[in-house]
């Protein structure tokens, strides 16, 4: 007997329904949990954690991610200014910074904001702010790259006829930027610089690599230390539930407002 | 009142000349053009005539290549003049509304007024409200454009830039972007304000509007004024072989 297409549909949809929890149910009982809990899930070493997990770790990643994020935005604006400037050199520095900071891992450019660039100017790392500083000079160097091509794109997207509007009711360039063209523009760039503002917290990890003192440990060095302390996975998922506390919010924030701007349009 | 650089005798709109060319394809090819205070001009021509062009040329929109565009007597082409103040005498209309689509309507209308011509927040409301109403649009004052109809958008339109109290209206295919059902609200207030003695300069492809509210009409063709004349006699009795092939098609 042909099936009619609408069952064929809530068929496949059922199976793969019924595969997927079967593969979860496997899992959950073919695993030793009396191993992994007290591997992973140990109430002992989470209370231990407490409350520095948060009060120290979290406030640090929040913190590095807040520094890291507003001189990024500082730093992009600026750079998505002169890579729309119409002349030449201004446009061939902003192109060659975005170009250079979104290239590389960022995980280099903070090794060499932290290593290189002290032997280079013959200064120890500690007279230019010690790590702290130039790991967090490093991921906004970065951020900055990837900010300033999201800012541009955002404020060439403001049609044409906007500045046109505003300039034939005899606002200034300047006050036709100020009052039409940024506002729509960050309107539009709301989505996509929050998604950079997760994955800047999720950088603020690399942070270790320039060193880190007790208290400027963020969560992955904080639990990933604390791991090795205490040889116990418990801090690691502690640290991974924190981020997640923070970051899953924000990403549905994120396609909330898309969903809103989509209905606007 | 800024008279110290009006030349009232002057033509409302004088343009001498006026050639614009992108790169090798020069679009306006000579173009000499005078409207005087309280005339309804309408252009109109095939599509890429350069009646747009020419009607942005006059508020700058377009630099022109060469040739002049007076403004009450004053040359906007020359770099020194600020071409922004000149602006605020014009009032543009375009095709594609341009609201600023977040602010509400009442933002639309003094934002300019405030920015511009530094009134008072008490008084740009005042003269927006007095210009909404001009419009029938006061009962939307707080409404975003994006909750209006095609229609009820370019009336605000034609509202803000009279807020400006502009010298002369520049309109540019003010209906062409909008349902057959909303043209004639749109068209009314236009017949209205040519009632009041507006200065116009009016890009459209509405036929029976130029007939019956224009005072002269312009044919355009490939960078030219092919035929120029009364409205009625113009559409009735076409000289150019071009124009009588181009209304054969329109009307």
């Known amino acids: 007997m042909a099936l009619r ?19 979860v149910l496997w899992v959950a009982f073919t695993a030793n949990w009396a ?39 500082l730093l992009g604006v600026f750079l998505a200014l002169l890579k729309m400037s119409s002349i030449g050199p201004f446009r ?105 503002f997760v994955l800047l917290l999720k950088d603020t990890s690399l942070l270790f690599v320039v060193g880190t003192f007790i208290w400027s440990k963020e969560l992955t060095t904080f639990a990933r230390d604390a791991s090795t302390q205490n040889s116990n996975g418990t801090p690691l998922i502690m640290a991974a539930i924190l981020y997640l ?17 989509a209905r606007e349009r | 009142m800024s008279t110290d650089l009006i030349n009232l005798s002057a033509p409302t709109i004088d343009i001498r000349g006026l050639v614009k060319s992108y790169g090798d394809n020069e679009v306006l090819k ?30 700058l929109l377009e630099q022109p290549t060469g040739g002049e565009v007076l403004i009450e007597g004053i040359d906007v082409t020359d770099p020194d003049v600020d071409i922004d103040r000149v ?41 927006a409200k007095a210009m909404l109403e001009r419009v029938g649009m006061a009962h939307k004052a707080d409404a975003f454009p994006g909750q209006l109809s095609g229609g009820q958008q370019q009336r605000v339109a ?20 909008l349902d057959p059902e909303l043209v004639g609200e749109v068209l009314q207030v236009m017949r209205t304000l040519a009632d009041e003695g507006m200065t116009m300069m009016v890009v459209t492809h509405e036929m029976g509007f130029a007939r ?19 409205p009625r006699e113009v559409l009735a009795n076409p000289q150019h072989q071009r124009t009588k092939d181009f209304l054969a098609r329109v009307l």
């Open chain 1, 92 to 196: 061939w520095i902003a192109t060659a910074w975005i170009e250079l900071f979104r290239g590389l891992p960022a995980i280099l450019t903070i090794f060499a904001i932290g290593f290189i660039v002290p032997i280079a100017a013959g200064v120890p790392g500690t007279k230019l702010g010690g790590p702290v500083v130039l790991g967090l000079v490093g991921l906004i160097l970065v951020a900055s790259a990837y900010m300033a091509e999201t800012i541009r794109a955002g404020l060439q997207a403001v049609p044409k006829g906007q500045t046109e509007a505003a300039r034939s009711l005899g606002m200034s360039p300047m006050k036709t930027t100020f009052w039409i063209v940024v506002p729509q523009g960050f309107r539009i760039i709301i989505p996509p610089l929050t998604n950079e």
């Open chain 1, 35 to 73: 191993k992994l809990g007290p591997l992973f899930f140990n109430p002992a070493v989470a209370a231990k954690m407490l409350p520095s997990i948060v009060t120290v770790a979290l406030v640090n990643t929040l913190w590095f991610t807040a520094v890291a994020f507003a001189g990024g935005l």
């Open chain 2, 212 to 230: 019956e509210v224009g005072s002269r009409l312009i044919f355009m063709d490939g960078g030219h004024i092919l035929e120029e004349g009364d």
């Open chain 2, 87 to 127: 602006r605020t005498r014009i009032g543009m209309v375009f095709q594609s509304f341009n609201l600023f689509p977040h602010m509400s309507v009442l933002g639309n209308l003094t934002i300019a007024q405030r920015q511009v011509k530094k009134r008072s927040k008490a008084e740009s409301d005042k003269v």
């Open chain 2, 30 to 59: 000579g173009i000499d053009l005078s409207v005087h205070a309280g005339e309804v001009v309408c252009v109109i021509g095939p599509s890429g005539s350069g009646k747009s062009t020419l009607l942005r040329s006059v508020n």
């Open chain 2, 158 to 177: 034609i509202a803000r830039a009279l807020c400006m109290n502009p010298d002369m209206m520049l309109f540019d295919e003010p209906t062409s972007a």
């Open chain 1, 245 to 261: 506390i923070v970051t899953i919010p924000l990403t549905r924030f994120t396609a909330w407002l898309e969903r809103r701007m």
């Open chain 1, 5 to 23: 297409r609408t069952q064929k549909q809530k068929l496949y949809r059922y199976t793969v329904y019924v595969v997927l929890i079967a593969i």
